[in-house]
C-alpha cells in the first residue's frame, strides 16, 4: 500500500518536471521566463530552509548567508577570472566549501543548545557577512555592487531557464529520498521529541550538524543560480529581508513538505510580480505588501499547515477514516 | 543471579532542584522490579537518571558492571537500555511502521523475529501500520511505546506508569505483553497500580521524597499491610 502510494507520488512529480521542460517552447516572453527562473531560485532556497525548520525543528534567522555566500562567490570569481564554465564549476564549488564549513561551526556551537541559540548565531552572522560585504569594498563593490560577465552558454536565458529547471528537478528529488529515507525519518523524530530520540541510542547533534550543512549548500547553490540571473551582485543578497521572504515561502507553502516550500515560492514571486504590475488598474494595488499581508494572513487561518502540509493532513485524516 | 543494574546513593537534579536524594537498589538479570512510591515521590526522576536525561550528581550508577553516570542519553541506549517514558513519547507525524524503524536501529533476523512477535501480541499495530503515531488511541499509544521499547535487542527495559490513564481492558493488553517480556529481558518497572503490578514484579523498592526506603520480594509487600498503607496508602 505504502510502494504504491509512493509510486504514484512520484509519477506526478515527474510528470510536473516534464511539464517544466516543456515550458520555455511555450512561453518565449524573456520576462515570464525570468520570473519562472526566479520561482525555481527561490524555490530551492526555501526547499534548503524546509530541511531544518520543516524536517528538524531548527528555527534559523540568518539563513541569506548561505544565499549570499553563493552569490558572491560566483560573482567575484566571475569578475576576476575568464568568465568559463569551468570558472562557473568552480564557483559552486567554492562557496559550496565555504557555506559547508560555516554552518559546521554554526552547528557544532549551537546545535548543542536550545533552538534559539541557533537562531540568534545564524541571523547575527548574517549581519556580520552584510557588513563584511559593505565594508570590504575592494572585493565585494560594497553597497554599489558591481557587474560580471558570464559564459555565452549562460548568457542565454533559454539555457538558464533549463539549467535553473533541471537543479530544482535534481535536487528536489535527491532531497526528497534523503526525507524518506531512515535518515529523514531520525530528522522528523528530532523535530517532534529530540530527547526521545537521544534516548532511542541517536546521537542527536550529528544530524543536526549534517542537515544544517546540506541545508547551507544547497541554500548557496540557490545563491549561485540567482546571480547567473541577474549578473549583477551587491549587499541586498546578504539582506534579512530574503530570510523572510524564504520563511514565508516555507510557512505558506506547508513546512516538512519539501514541494510546499516550492508552491510557497511560486505564490509569493507571482504575487510580488502581478500585485505590483496592478497599481496601473488600482491605486489599492501600489500597496501591494497590504494586499499580500491580507493573503498571508488568510492562509495561515484556512491552512495552519500551510496549503501542502494542510490539504496532505486531510488526504491522510480521509484515508484512516476508510480503513477503519 | 548477578546485579545487571545497580543504583548506590544515586542523586540527581532537576534543573537547580535536588529532587533525588539517596536512591539505592539493584536489579538481577531476568527479574521484574518494581518501583513504588506515592505521585512526585522520584520513580520518573530516577528512570530518567538512569537513562541520563536528568543528571546525576552524586552516588554512582553501573549497568553490567559498567558506570553509565556520566554517559549521554545515546551511549546509555546504545549500551542495551530502553525506555517507555510515562507520555510515551510516541513521534506523532511518523506512522506507526515509521516509529517502529526508527526505535529499531539495526534491521537483521533478530529484530524482525522481535518486529514479528510483538505485531502478533499487538495487533492492532499491524492493522494501523500506516497511520499516524498522533492519530492512534492511548491504549494504541501505549502499545506502540512499548514495541518501540521492545523491538531492539535491549538487555534492559525501563518502562514508567504503562497503565496510566488506560481503560481496564487495554491495562489488562499491556500487563500481559510486559508479563511474555519478562521470559526473554530485564525490567524495571514504574506502576502506580499496586494490583499489577503485584502480579508482574518479582521484588520491589518503595521510593519516598527522592530516597529508597524499602525493599524486598514482591510476595512478601503483599502480606504487609502497614507497608502498604504506610508508603502507597492501600488498606
Redesign the interface.
Known sequence: MNLRTIEKSTWVYLAIAFLLFVVPFLVTGRSIQFLIIQIFVFGIFAMSYDLLLGYTGIISFGHVMFFGVGAYSTAVLFDRFEPTIFTFGLAILVSAIIAGVVSFIVGILTLRLKSHFYAMLTLALAGLFLVGAEKWRKVTGGSDGFTFGLPDMLRDSFTLYMLSALSLVLLFFGLRRMTKSPFGKVLVAIRENESRTESLGYQVLHYKVIVSVVSGVVASYSGVLYILSLRFVDTSVFATDLTIDVLLMTIIGGVGTLIGPIIGASLIEFAHHWLSDLSDVHWLFERWIILYGTIFILIVVFFPKGIVGTLADRYIRWRARRTE | MSDFLELRHMKANIEQYHILHDITFRVPKGEVTVLLGRNGAGKTTTLRSI???NPVVGGSLTFKGESIRNL???Q???KGIG?V?EDQ?I????TV??NM???M?KENGETKARMEWILDLFPDLKKFW???GG?LSGGQKQMLAIS?AYV?DNELLLIDEPSKGLAPIVVEKVMESIHQMKEQTTIVLVEQNFMMASGIGDRFYIIDDGQTVQSGQMNELKQDGVLLQKYLGIS
Open positions: 537513562m541520563g536525561l549521554k542519553p545515546h546509555i541506549a546504545n525506555y517514558p513519547g513521534f506523532y507525524d511518523l511502521g515509521e524503524r526508527v526505535a536501529k500506516n497511520k499516524p492519530q518501540r531492539n
